[in-house]
């Protein structure tokens, strides 16, 4: 009998055509689970025209995904080392597929909330085990490397993407045809998986701990929903409550994953030189990206006044820098140079990108692209090389919990950018909007172009203009914050990396 193991313990064994094929296929259903996470921007609207959903019904259509994927996230890692990579990825394609055909022909939207609920822990199930099957099939040190950016690159783009294919095919189908290209990508999946993937697992994973999964549920699900909501409403105190709840649960979490005889998430991850590490500046990495994406949407479409799909579609240029990033950063740490210097290099060019942005006037379109493409492309730079740094330094056995974890903490970052840069830049806004505008113009600047509307003339222009300037004061005080911050990264990840040791298994 097979040792199910065996693949990844060869040492320095190297993939061949098989193995990089895998990866072609592994890398569907990865550009299709990022791309879900913006695939309704365009596609509401024919939604809430068929489904007529409530206020709270269109914020659950929305968000949900993104909730019990990042809630589920640590469970299916750890599951997916227990039960084996391949057949939980299976597993997460079969329900990723069955719900985006639910979820296509929606006839409610309570049914549309559900299927999206499915989406999401079938997207928790693919996202560690991709990572973790790749951390199996490639163990020479440099292939895996390659193969890691290729999987940042992917992960990046998806985003990107999702948007612009919604309006695309929302212009030209109807608004469940978003859903249903997931489906041939799942099938190929199920169908060339069994035969070009590996199975893996941990072969002494323990018992696994179920009380775990309600506390690491409990940790992550209200801290992120505060976080999301704080840039769009404030710091109103339930969204603090909320937070405040998920740490403590977090401290719980963390005592049993100490105290437990088979953790979910082993602390012996963290003894491994460089991990600790690459899960913060990995979280940082997400914080300056998508703390950057809240102002540069907002800017092409309210500032500048593009249409929503002409905005996804100029926001797609600053993606072409990014291919190169992951693959430049691999070629310099395989050449010889410090990967600790190849990272800070990546938070200083993302520095670099944000500052560019504290440039950008009311009537900037290419100095704002150019400042994203810069610092997006820094930041894929970095992630390339935490999450090689990290994946190199856990044992092979604790993939998926170390994939998980990677990914838990960039949903924390994602969503702590956002809070902290939106909240830095509302705070502006509302400082410069004039005190004689509406009270929704004071609010954001969405409020203030619909009251600007509403006013004659002169008068409404001029309102604009302001809200329009205020919102433009309020980037450059976020892009600054931002600018320091990755400074700070820099001089950071020069200091805890340059000793760092890569464990290869």
Known sequence: MTNPTSTATTPAARAGRREWTALGVLMLPLLLVSMDVSVLYF?????????DPSGTQQLWIFDVYAFVLAGLLMTMGSLGDRIGRRRLLLIGAAAFGAASLIAAYADSAETLIAARAVLGIGGATLMPSTMALIRTMFTDPGQRAKAIGLWSGVMTAGIALGSVMSGVLVQYFWWGSIFLVNLPAMALLLV???????????????RFDWPSVPLSMAAVLPVVYGLKEIPSDGWHTEYVV????????????????????????SPDLFRGRGFAPAVVLNLVSSFAM????????????????????????????????????APLATV??????????????????????????????ADSLWLALTAAGVLASGIVMVISQMTDLAMSTAPVERAGSASSLLETGAEFGGALGMATLGSIGTAIYRHDI??????????????????AGRLPGRTGDALATAAREAFTHGMHGAAIAGAVLLAGAAVAATATLRNAERRTN
């Open 43 to 51: 596609a509401i609207p024919a939604i809430s025209a068929d489904l």
């Open 192 to 206: 060339l998986g069994p035969i070009l993937l590996p199975e893996s697992r941990d072969p002494k994973p323990g």
């Open 242 to 265: 909320s937070i405040v709840v998920g740490l403590f649960f977090g401290a719980l979490f963390v005592h049993r994953q100490r105290t437990a005889a088979s953790p979910m998430i």
């Open 290 to 325: 998508l703390g950057s994406a809240f102002f540069t949407t907002q800017y092409l479409q309210s500032v500048l006044g593009k249409s929503a799909l002409e905005a996804a579609l100029w926001a797609l240029l600053p993606s072409v820098p990014i291919g190169a990033a």
């Open 332 to 361: 310099l740490v395989q050449k010889g140079v410090d990967r600790a210097h190849v990272v800070a290099a990546g938070f200083a060019t993302a520095s670099a990108g944000y500052a560019l942005l504290a440039l950008v006037g």
């Open 434 to 451: 004039p005190a004689s505008a509406p009270a929704p113009a004071r609010e954001t600047l969405g409020g203030a172009l619909a009251a």
